[in-house]
């Protein structure tokens, strides 16, 4: 493949959405314009992928004429018009003049943006991001546009910074963080010394959330990313993670050294056995990068020279929070990671000790799904090199738990408020303690079945239980 040519292959064409690219090319070239593939779709067809969404940038014709042309074929959304930017519903496909960003004052909204039809492809790159993100490609000759030279950057694995616009958005850095653990880059250097001359300034949430999420969710080695985060500096915003690095470990039990470098091993570790399903990797993602991190708060050397961390596991509930509050206001997300972090020690214990079956359904009851605490203990055992990642607890775990139907999801209460209502209760305050200890009695194994359930609550109603 020559420098400049990108084969009309490797973005699929073929389909709906690659017809109408060619539709929408073909009618901006009639009208005395040029319109391109931009972005992620370019960088992704380069390493051999497909990307699900399609950008095109139309050089050359003005936002009205634009607005029309795509209106006369498509339904649209026009939520980014004032500015040139357009939706076409249904197919994936934004469609844009390319944009002038310029900063207005402090924030991540001050910014001037205004769609300009009439800028070279080289003033357009120079907004982007990284060169990899700013190289362009006609989708009518196959021709590619790389003023940036993301090729080259991207052929040698090397994340680089397009221009000084580069640090108007402090959003670019925790970018960086992701992209460098999606396709496992070097930072180049001058790109390095920019990020650590960034402020964070005043990120929302939201924002800060979705780049993370992308580390967890798509991140190959989430440990590249998380060690740019330490050589950039922005772990300082962090202090939770922060506090990491400087906690040592017991060297029989973690030969690989301090919690950070643990939970580094484990995040990639995590990586490897992600499941495709982006909220339980969610879920399981952030439980596996905060299992720890009660840690600093409680380890000590005793008397024999052995460093311990008592109670990390309980201790590290609140820090963990304060870390997931940071970054999302969702609060299912957080009281779903929360209980992976408190048993995360759980399944070893549990093998150890040859727990009960009651033991395991109250397991279950309180981490929502078994099937994720294994994930994270076992990302957790395989964090260790060089130690073997074997773990016959987590197997034992999940057999226990299949034969109890508890695996994938919490048990159930067999006694409902309308059984008690057929055996002559009336709905009030006492349906609820009665409830609770039925369910409790469940839990122990007292009954497994409905019939056995109700005949339990008669003795409770009777007051014999």
Not at 112 to 140: C, H, K, Q, Y
Not at 156 to 183: C, I, K, N, T
Request: include cysteine; charged fraction near 25%; glycine fraction near 8%.
């Amino acid at each position: 493949m020559s420098e400049n040519q990108l084969s009309p292959h490797l973005i699929p064409l073929d389909h709906e959405s690659g017809r109408a690219i060619i539709a929408i090319a073909q009618d901006v070239a009639a009208a005395g314009g040029r319109a391109l593939v931009v972005g992620g779709a370019v960088r992704d067809a380069l390493l051999g992928a497909v990307s699900k969404d399609l950008d095109l940038e139309v050089f050359g014709v003005p936002a009205d004429q634009l607005e029309a042309l795509l209106a006369a074929k498509y339904r649209i959304d026009q939520v980014g018009r004032s500015f040139g930017v357009f939706i076409v519903k249904g197919l994936g496909i934004d469609v844009a003049l390319p944009r002038r960003e310029r900063k207005s004052g402090q924030g991540h909204k001050a910014f001037t943006v205004e769609g300009d039809p009439e800028m070279t492809f080289a003033e357009a790159a120079a907004r982007r991001d990284f060169t990899l993100n700013a190289i362009s490609w006609d989708p009518l000759n196959g021709e590619i546009i790389d003023p940036a030279h993301g090729q080259r950057d991207l052929a040698e694995g090397v994340l680089r910074h397009v221009s000084h616009q580069f640090a108007e958005d402090p959003l670019r850095v925790l970018r960086a963080m992701q992209f460098l653990a999606r396709f496992e880059l070097t930072i180049a250097p001058e790109t390095l010394a920019l990020c650590q001359s960034i402020e964070a300034e005043d990120l929302p949430r939201e924002r800060l959330f979705e780049e993370w999420s992308k580390l967890i969710l798509k991140g190959k080695k989430p440990s590249v990313g998380l060690h740019f985060l330490r050589d950039c500096g922005w772990i300082r915003y962090y202090p939770e993670l922060l506090a990491l690095p400087d906690c040592p470990q017991d060297p029989q039990w973690h030969p690989e050294g301090n919690v950070w470098l643990h939970t580094l091993h484990c995040m990639d570790a995590f990586a490897r056995e992600r499941i495709g399903d982006d909220w339980e990797d969610l879920v399981v993602g952030f439980a596996v990068l905060l299992h720890d991190i009660g840690k600093p708060a409680t380890t000590f050397t005793d008397e024999n020279g052995r460093v311990r961390s008592p109670a990390h596991d309980v201790v590290g509930l609140p820090i963990a929070e304060t870390f997931l509050r940071r970054l999302t206001a969702h609060r299912e997300l957080i009281d779903q990671v929360l209980p992976l972090i408190e048993t995360h020690m759980r399944p070893a214990d549990f093998y150890k000790n040859n727990a009960s079956h009651a033991a395991i359904r109250r397991l279950a009851n309180r981490v929502g799904r078994i099937d994720r605490l294994l994930r994270v203990a076992t990302a957790d055992m395989a964090g260790r090199p060089p130690k073997a990642a074997d773990f016959p607890a987590g197997e034992w775990l999940r057999q226990k738990a299949e034969e109890l139907a508890v695996q994938d999801s919490v048990p159930r209460p067999l006694v409902q408020g309308r059984d008690l209502i057929e055996l002559g209760l009336k709905p009030g305050k006492s349906f609820k303690a009665i409830l609770d200890t039925c369910f409790e009695a469940q839990l122990d194994g007292e009954f497994a079945t409905l019939e056995d359930g109700i005949t339990f609550a008669r003795k409770v109603i009777a007051g014999e239980n």
